[in-house]
């Protein structure tokens, strides 16, 4: 189709799925047809709650032709093998994050979507809410000056304590680095452009943990993957950067603060679409709020603008480029934090325009 609002599918009916179903069904831009799941029980209860239609097996859903976009809310495991059988079916992609578990995987998807003339996109969209919106607006309005560096934080005691199945965040794909770290980083780099050289240190705080709510309360797991990683980020158009992510630390933390030659700037938390913004100049004795606006609209913005940009022939803002520059520099982090050594960064990223000031994503823009 050319014009009209843009047919998606939804692969993975899990727990995500009905914070992107409720938004996606919302959005007129857009046409929920279909919901797949290896569990397809699961699926058509998702699709039978939405008022979707179709439902069913991955194949079955990438039958139907007017499908165009594939949102892919599958386990990160497979998120490159649902990704290439929906590029290969001419449909498409916009995948949660990570892109894939490895660069090389996350290569390969891109060059799949580049010779069959598709798109890839992929989560976090967060960056594309009122908050950080807000944000790139200020730095470009110059409030803080010239940024000289940026500090990102989160940090917090690890979800095993209220997540009732939570092994797979503490293997590999995931961990605070993988599975939180994409919502900091890719803030950073939408803001600042790509990353260049890296250096780390990692540490693994515990070898087990223990579940702390649900039907397998007091059951202990093995951890596979570091929980405290700290990073230093040199990005190429100059600022420096330094992001803690952890899950070892009694006092939880959500921060990222930019600072620039006249003040600094503290960010909304990236893993949310909102505010606070705030500011504070050399000799203010307290930081003072800046004005929030743009959509809050939530999980799904990132879809909604690669259907408008599909239609329009317009670049889309939540690119597998940019999934696939932060995907290769936590892979970057986790090989320097194991080496003890500076690494540099096979991959860039395209600079991240802001979103127009009448972005609306309630407007029928597309009938």
């Known amino acids: 189709m050319t014009t009209g609002p843009v047919g998606v599918a939804v692969v993975g009916a899990g727990v995500i799925s009905t914070q992107y179903l409720d938004h996606l069904t919302a959005f007129p831009d857009l046409r929920v047809l279909a919901v797949a799941d290896i569990d397809v029980e699961r699926a058509r209860t998702a699709a039978g709650t939405y008022g979707i239609a179709a439902s069913g097996d991955l194949a079955s859903v990438l039958a139907i032709p007017e499908v165009e976009i594939v949102v892919n809310l599958t386990i990160p495991a497979v998120h490159a093998e649902v990704a290439t059988a929906a590029l290969q079916a001419g ?23 580049r010779s069959r003339g598709l798109r890839v996109g992929s989560a976090p969209d967060t960056f594309l809410g009122a908050g950080l919106q807000s944000a790139q607006r200020a730095l470009a309005a110059g409030v803080i000056g010239e940024p000289v ?17 939570p092994e797979f965040l503490f293997q590999y794909g995931a961990g605070p680095l993988f599975d939180i770290g994409p919502y900091y980083l890719t803030a950073l780099v ?3 452009g790509p990353v260049a050289r890296v250096s780390a240190s990692a540490r693994q705080a515990r070898a087990h943990r223990v579940i702390g709510s649900g039907p397998k309360e007091g059951t ?9 990683v700290h990073a230093l980020l040199d990005f190429a158009g100059g600022p420096s ?11 939880p933390r959500r921060l990222i603060e930019v600072t620039g030659t006249e003040g600094t700037l503290s960010l909304p938390d990236p893993n949310t679409f909102e505010g606070p913004l705030q500011v504070r100049a050399f000799g203010d004795d307290d930081w003072r709020d800046l004005p929030v606006t743009g959509t809050v609209a939530g ?15 317009t670049e889309h803002r939540a690119s ?13 982090v986790t090989d320097a934090a194991e080496e003890h050594t500076v690494r540099t960064l096979e991959t860039s990223a395209p600079a991240v325009s802001p979103l127009p000031d009448a972005w609306d994503p309630a407007a029928s823009t597309l009938s």
Request: aromatic share 6%; no cysteine; hydrophobic share 45%.
């Open 299 to 313: 999980r799904g913005l990132g879809v909604l603008d690669m259907a408008r940009a599909i239609r329009g022939s």
């Open 91 to 113: 449909k498409h992609v916009y995948g949660e994050k990570p892109l894939a578990l490895a660069p090389a995987d996350g290569a390969k998807i891109l060059a799949e979507a």
């Open 220 to 228: 202990s797991f093995a951890v596979d993957v570091p929980t405290h």
């Open 190 to 192: 939408a803001l600042f």
């Open 149 to 165: 560096s940026a500090t990102a934080v989160t940090q917090g005691p690890g979800p095993e304590s209220w997540h009732p199945n």
């Open 320 to 332: 597998g480029e940019l999934a696939q520059h932060v995907l290769d520099l936590m892979a970057t």
């Open 241 to 251: 950067g330094s992001a803690t992510f952890s899950f070892d630390s009694s006092v």
